[in-house]
């Protein structure tokens, strides 16, 4: 199924489409989107009319949240899941089906999810595309989407756009380790398609000698085995000890550790790295994840210890004591974040979050009110404030948390049963057992086996 312009629209609705152009126009956009969806049913591949129905909807829809119901619906209609199904037998046929659903809720990630594989399916790569770039404005904190948009971009042979989509996903997710890694490979292919590298027969020439070609290529490759880490890894270091000061030769290093996932010399190499580089933001951001990373490990190993030897008391208490520890190492480095840039949502979140899980609730809930100002973390954020709330006793607060970050969700995607089933736990301890069943339900009705809604909805008809 081919992409057609305005030109190569069918005579039979060329006049439909005019009628809409006139519509939108005159800012009748209901009527227009009508239209819209008419001229796109008969015709799935004119992109243009599709961006055009788009804006339309933007407009109409604007910021209002609408409640979902069963399958993650906006009231009625089929829903995302069913038509998950339905695209397997007839993908065409789906796609009106699924404009009806983004008529509701344009930013919608399940039904543009859904456009996007069906595009795919029919060869229409534009609108595939058009289809997750609306994801990537409206919900640019949706990693796993915007991961799928790079990797799309890759196997099209546009790494450039892909590197920009693998920045946006840095942004929101600092310590993203695939995506910094994406960016990183994509620069340097877009670099290389811009120097036609890739139609270059006798690529060879252009280096120095053809062992400096091998080990480009070689350093290239993803999937490498770990055995052929730790010989990269060896010569790495050869030439890291030649010259240790070599920040390309300390970030290689760096990056080899992180693919080993020895975090302790990666967060060394990293943060030397940044040192040298006076003062990279993205090599201070991949240290402090390497560190994390390092801890984690520990730890874990520690529980493991303590988990194989249970009766251990010094290795309890060194547990407890790291855990801690560790505990307040993350609030003093938040703050420290914080201080630097107090303006940062994200950062407010972090710092609030810390807090939270440090014990301190009444300190964690001023930064988790100022983090509710980013759009883009505003669920979680409610999320934590609820349970700040509700650690400190104060069940109505939490309630009334729980119930704005659900207005904000359409889809009943795994935030929101989360968030639900918080909500039904908080309703229970204050013995309102209609609420928390309601909450309990509209989780069992899409999802069995989370947790224990199951038993809870069950035994409530005994």
């Known amino acids: ?10 005579p039979s609705i060329k006049p439909l489409w005019l009628k809409a152009l006139s519509a939108v126009q005159t800012s009748n ?48 209609g089929m829903g995302i899941m069913k038509l998950q199904g339905q695209a397997k037998k007839d993908p065409a046929g789906t796609i009106p089906l699924i404009e009806k659903e983004l008529e509701k809720d344009p930013y919608n990630d399940q039904a543009n ?22 994801v990537r404005k409206g919900n640019p904190e949706n ?25 946006d996903i840095i942004k929101h997710h600092p310590t993203d380790g695939t995506a910094i890694k994406g960016s990183k490979d994509a620069s340097a292919r877009a670099s290389m398609q811009k120097q036609k590298w890739d139609e270059n027969a006798d690529m060879r020439s252009l280096m120095k000698n053809s062992s400096e070609f091998e080990e480009l290529e070689k350093a290239s490759r993803t999937g490498l085995t770990r055995e052929q880490l730790e010989e990269r890894r060896d010569k790495i270091i050869e030439k890291y000890n030649l010259d240790p000061n070599h920040l390309a030769t300390v970030k290689d290093l760096a990056g080899i550790y992180e693919q080993l996932e020895d975090w302790h010399n990666a967060h060394t190499f990293f943060s030397w790295a940044h040192s040298l ?86 300190a964690s809930i001023p930064h988790l009110q100022q983090a509710t100002r980013n759009p883009h973390i505003r669920t979680k954020v409610l999320l934590t404030l609820a349970r700040a709330f509700r650690a400190k006793g104060m069940f109505d607060l939490a309630i009334k948390q729980l119930a704005d970050a659900l207005a904000d969700l359409i889809s009943m995607d795994n935030t929101k049963k989360e968030v639900l089933y918080e909500k039904g736990l908080i309703h229970a301890e204050v013995n309102d057992k209609p609420a928390a069943l309601d909450c309990f339900k509209q989780i069992y009705e899409v999802d069995y086996g989370y947790r224990d809604v199951a038993e809870r909805v069950e035994s409530s008809y005994s």
């Open 143 to 167: 990693a796993k989407l915007l991961h799928k948009l790079a990797e799309f971009y890759l196997s099209r042979e546009l790494p450039l756009v892909a590197s920009e989509v693998y920045n």
């Open 29 to 76: 956009l209901t009527y227009g989107i009508s239209l819209l969806q008419a001229v796109l049913k008969e015709s799935p591949g004119f992109l243009e009319g599709r961006k055009m129905l788009r804006k339309c909807e933007f407009q109409v829809a604007g910021n209002t949240k609408k409640k979902a119901g069963l399958f993650g619906m906006s009231g009625g």
């Open 1 to 10: 199924m081919p992409e057609i312009t305005e030109k190569e629209l069918p």
């Open 113 to 134: 999810d859904l456009l996007f594989d069906i595009c795919l399916k029919l060869e229409l790569y534009e609108t595939a595309a058009f289809a997750l770039e609306t």
């Open 277 to 362: 580089s006076n003062g990279d933001v993205a090599l201070a951001t991949k240290a402090s994840a390497m560190k994390d990373k390092s801890v984690e490990t520990d730890m874990r190993q520690l529980e493991a210890a303590v988990a194989a030897d249970p009766d251990n008391e010094e290795l309890k208490a060194t547990l407890e004591a790291r855990k801690a520890e560790r505990l307040a190492e993350q609030v003093q480095e938040t703050q420290r974040r914080v201080d630097q840039n107090p303006t940062d949502p994200q950062l407010r979140f972090e710092l609030g979050t810390a807090l939270f899980k440090a014990g301190d609730y009444s």
